[in-house]
């Protein structure tokens, strides 16, 4: 059996486009809407150099950018790892070289710690603010601008494919 999550999102868009899918702060997001988002985000992070089977490390708290992002990566056929914003520097840097993303998709709240765990990723091929609460930095949702209208066909895996990573303290 082949397999992505995403296909389930993919399915609800051309079911019922305009039926809402999630709702954050003020914000609600039709079927359509979202899905038309997760394939420009996943068109941006593949023009980024994300692929097949490359891990993307995200560091943030509940938005809908969050799942935006959980699902582009999982419509690459990437492995999502999240990490607990709750983790002290060093923690979050142990878990980063454990795990070797490619990109790290991570909150503006963030931003102070991002050069360092920067550094901690050997191949570097993006990083990127996922939710911002002001206008300082450029964040996902502008710069996949730049793949409005794409389609991003989702990868299809194998059933033991490796989709997500969560670090627990057990």
């Known amino acids: 059996m082949n397999y992505n999550f995403s296909c389930?999102?993919?399915?609800?868009?051309?079911?019922?486009?305009?039926?809402?899918?999630?709702?954050?702060?003020?914000?609600?997001?039709?079927?359509?809407?979202?899905?038309?988002a997760?394939?420009?985000?996943?068109c941006f992070l593949?023009?980024?150099?994300?692929?097949?089977?490359?891990?993307?490390?995200?560091?943030?708290?509940?938005?809908d950018e969050y799942v935006i992002?959980?699902?582009a990566v999982?419509?690459?056929g990437a492995v999502s790892v999240l990490l607990n914003y709750r983790l002290a520097l060093a923690e979050l840097k142990y878990l980063i070289e454990d795990c070797e993303p490619?990109?790290?998709?991570?909150?503006?709240?963030?931003?102070?710690?991002?050069?360092?765990?920067?550094?901690?990723?050997?191949?570097?091929?993006?990083s990127f603010i996922l939710h911002s609460e002001n206008n300082d930095f450029d964040t996902l949702s502008t710069l996949r601008v730049s793949s409005r209208g794409k389609v991003f066909q989702d990868e299809i895996l194998g059933v033991d494919a490796l989709d997500r990573i969560l670090y627990?303290?057990?």
């Open 38 to 42: 997760v394939d420009e985000t996943a």
């Open 102 to 126: 490619v990109a790290i998709l991570m909150d503006a709240d963030f931003h102070a710690i991002r050069k360092q765990l920067e550094e901690s990723i050997a191949d570097l091929r993006g």
């Open 168 to 170: 627990t303290s057990g």
């Open 74 to 76: 999982a419509r690459l």
């Open 46 to 63: 593949s023009d980024s150099g994300v692929t097949r089977g490359d891990r993307v490390a995200i560091l943030a708290m509940n938005s």
């Open 69 to 71: 992002a959980c699902l």
């Open 8 to 36: 389930h999102l993919r399915r609800w868009a051309e079911v019922d486009p305009d039926r809402e899918a999630i709702r954050f702060e003020d914000k609600r997001w039709s079927y359509g809407n979202l899905n038309n």
